[in-house]
């Protein structure tokens, strides 16, 4: 592989890698409200009324 195409797969990868870290760290330290969390077993989903 030439200079250029390293260099490119490496800002690539830390993209990728640094958006995970990110958006992981947000969550960590603004966790979602327990009404939009989701269902917290397999089918039960909430209905609207």
Known sequence: MTAT???MMLVAIAL???????????????????????????GSYPTKR
Request: net charge negative; glycine share 10%; proline share 13%.
């Open 16 to 42: 990728i890698w640094g958006g995970l870290a990110v958006s992981t760290r947000y969550l960590l330290t603004h966790p979602l409200p327990a009404e939009d969390a989701g269902p917290t077993t397999p």
């Open 5 to 7: 195409a390293i260099v």
